[in-house]
RNA sequence: GUGGGUGUAGCUCAGUUGGUUAGAGCACCUGGUUGUGGCCCAGGAGGUCGUGGGUUCAAAUCCCAUCACUCACCCCA
C-alpha cells in the first residue's frame, strides 16, 4: 500500500509556522478594519458554471486548472480557484446592494488550482482580497490600492514591492480597440501559435500577453490601447495617478498589463516583488464594471484584489520579518505527586488573569522540567514539592534574573501583578 | 501539460573505484549524588538509504520505472 501523504502541491502548516501565519492574519484583518472593510465567506466550492461565467472560458484558470466533479445529483461543481467569482454570486444572491448602495468586503481563504507547482505556487493556497461595489469613481480605486499599500506599509515591505498600473478602457473602448486590433493581427492569423488563434477568436485582449518572440514581433506595431480610451476613460485613469501622487504611493504605468482573468475594466493593476523568483506577483486585481451584470446581477461597478498569502509570508521572511514570539508566561514544575491538585488549580486561576501556562506532564524530573523551561525561553517557573505543598508554599524562580522567591499560594497574585503588569 | 535538478536520522548533510553491524553536526532523551535551566562532559534513542523492479557473489552507490520535492516554461496570488 503507498505511504499516506499529503497530496502534491499541499502543505501542512505546522506549529511555529502556523503562528506566523496567525500574526499576518491579524495585521490583515486590523488593516480591513481601518478602511471600514467588512469580512465574508462563502464556500469552498460552487457550480462550476459560477466560474466558467465569471472568469471567462479561455482563461488558463478554466480551460485547465480546476478541480471539478460531478455530484451525485448531476451537478457540475468546481473546488473555487478564485474568490471574486464567489463574492459576487453572494453579492446578488442576497441583494447586497439594497443593504448598502456601496459595499465593502474582504475575505481570507484556501483556493486550489491544478498547476504544477513551483516557488510561491501551490495546488491549495490561500488569498486574502477585498471587493468593493457600487462607486465607478477613481477614489473608489485609489481606496483600494490604498488598502493593499497600507498592509505593505505596516508588514514593513511597501519598498520592496513595486506597483505596476494599467487601463484597459471601458466597454466602449475595447469594443473600438478589439476590432482595430483584430483587424491588425488578421493579415498575420496563420503565423499566430495555436494558443493565440483561439484567444483571437475569444479574447483577442489576451493575445497581446504572449511571450512568444515571434509574436511579440508581430505584435510591435499592434495598435495602442491608450489610442482608444474615451475621455471618460482617459480621465479616469488621469485622475487615479494624481490621488496616487497625493498618496505618495510610488507606481508604474504598464501598458502592457492586462491580467489574465477575462472580467476585467478600466485599471488593472500588480504589485511584484522580486524575492519571489519567477512568480512576482504577490497582489494583483482591478476593476470590474460588468461582472455583477455578467452573472446576473444588476448593473453594478466593482473592483478588488487578491493577495497571496503564502507569497506574502515568503517575502516577509526573506525580509527576516519579525515575528510575535508566543512564549508562556509561566512554567509550572510539580515535583510532588500530592501538589499536582494544586499546581492545577493555581494554574486555572493563573489562566483566569491571562497569564500563559505550561507544565510537564510526564512527571519527569526537577532538572529535565527545567531544561523545557528553559528551552521554551519562558520568564517565570513555578516550583511546588514537599516542601512547599506542606507549608502552602510555592518557589518563584526568574530564569532571567537567576534569582528565586517563596511565596504564599495565595499571595502569589500579588507577585505576578507587580512583576508583570507593572 | 513540458523541461532541468534532488531524494540517506526530526533538520543540515558526509558516505571514497559497488565490498563487513550506514556516519557526523544540530535537535531530542537520560545521567554528571540528595529539589534547580542555559555552558561543558558522558551515555542513549532514532534510518526498510523515497518506493518497486533489474544487473551482480555483493547495491545507499550501476540501470529502468514510479512517487515526491524543487526550479524554470505556460499562467497566475
Redesign the pocket.
Known amino acids: 500500500m503507498d505511504?499516506i501523504?499529503s497530496i502534491?502541491?499541499t502543505h501542512d502548516i505546522l506549529p511555529y509556522e502556523s503562528e506566523k501565519w496567525k500574526d499576518l492574519e491579524d495585521i490583515i484583518y486590523k488593516t480591513c478594519d481601518l478602511f471600514g472593510f467588512k469580512e465574508i465567506r462563502t464556500p469552498i466550492f460552487e457550480k462550476t458554471n459560477l466560474f466558467l461565467r465569471g472568469i471567462g472560458e479561455v482563461?488558463?484558470?478554466v480551460s485547465k486548472e480546476m478541480y471539478s466533479w460531478q455530484d451525485r445529483d448531476g451537478s457540475n461543481l468546481t473546488l473555487r480557484p478564485?474568490l471574486t467569482a464567489s463574492v459576487v454570486r453572494s453579492y446578488i444572491q442576497h441583494n447586497l446592494k439594497n443593504q448598502s448602495s456601496s459595499q465593502r468586503l474582504f475575505y481570507m481563504g484556501p483556493l486550489f488550482?491544478r498547476?504544477?507547482?513551483?516557488?510561491?505556487?501551490?495546488r491549495q493556497?490561500h488569498?486574502f482580497g477585498v471587493e468593493a461595489f457600487g462607486s465607478e469613481n477613481p477614489e473608489q480605486d485609489v481606496e483600494i490600492i490604498s488598502i493593499a499599500w497600507h498592509l505593505l506599509s505596516l508588514l514593513g515591505i511597501s519598498n520592496k514591492v513595486q506597483l505596476k498600473i494599467n487601463s484597459i478602457g471601458s466597454n466602449e473602448c475595447r469594443k473600438n480597440y478589439r476590432k482595430a486590433l483584430l483587424d491588425f493581427i488578421k493579415p498575420n492569423f496563420n503565423l499566430l501559435s495555436e494558443v493565440s488563434k483561439v484567444r483571437f477568436e475569444k479574447n483577442p485582449l489576451r493575445i497581446l500577453?504572449?511571450?512568444n518572440p515571434k509574436e511579440i514581433t508581430i505584435l510591435s506595431d499592434a495598435p495602442k490601447i491608450s489610442d482608444y480610451y474615451t475621455n471618460e476613460d482617459k480621465t479616469h485613469f488621469q485622475t487615479i495617478l494624481k490621488f496616487l501622487g497625493c498618496l505618495n504611493i510610488p507606481y508604474n504605468i504598464d501598458l502592457g498589463l492586462v491580467?489574465?482573468?477575462d472580467y476585467y475594466t478600466r485599471t488593472v493593476f500588480?504589485f511584484t516583488s522580486n524575492s519571489l523568483?519567477?512568480?512576482?506577483?504577490?497582489?494583483?486585481g482591478g476593476r470590474y464594471d460588468n461582472l455583477v451584470q455578467d452573472l446576473g446581477g444588476k448593473v453594478v461597478p466593482g473592483i478588488g484584489f487578491?493577495?497571496?498569502i503564502?507569497?506574502l509570508l515568503l517575502i516577509l521572511e526573506a525580509e527576516k520579518y519579525n515575528f510575535k514570539k508566543h512564549t508562556p508566561d509561566i512554567y509550572f514544575i510539580c515535583?510532588e505527586q500530592n501538589a499536582i491538585q494544586v499546581m492545577l488549580s493555581l494554574s486555572k486561576k493563573l489562566r483566569e488573569k491571562n497569564y500563559i501556562v505550561v507544565f510537564d506532564l510526564l512527571r519527569?524530573?526537577?532538572?529535565?522540567q527545567?531544561?523545557?523551561a528553559?528551552?521554551f525561553k519562558v520568564r517565570y517557573v513555578l516550583?511546588i514539592?514537599?516542601?512547599?505543598l506542606a507549608h502552602k508554599k510555592v518557589?518563584i524562580?526568574d530564569?532571567?534574573k537567576?534569582v528565586?522567591y517563596s511565596y504564599n499560594q495565595s499571595d502569589l497574585f500579588d507577585f505576578f501583578n507587580f512583576k508583570i503588569n507593572s
Open positions: 505511504k501523504q502534491k502541491g482563461t488558463d484558470i478564485e488550482r498547476e504544477r507547482p513551483q516557488k510561491g505556487r501551490q493556497f488569498q500577453d504572449t511571450k491580467r489574465g482573468l500588480e523568483g519567477a512568480q512576482d506577483a504577490l497582489l494583483g487578491a493577495a497571496g503564502e507569497r515535583i519527569r524530573s526537577l532538572k529535565a527545567m531544561r523545557e528553559n528551552r516550583i514539592g514537599q516542601e512547599e518557589t524562580k530564569l532571567q537567576k528565586q
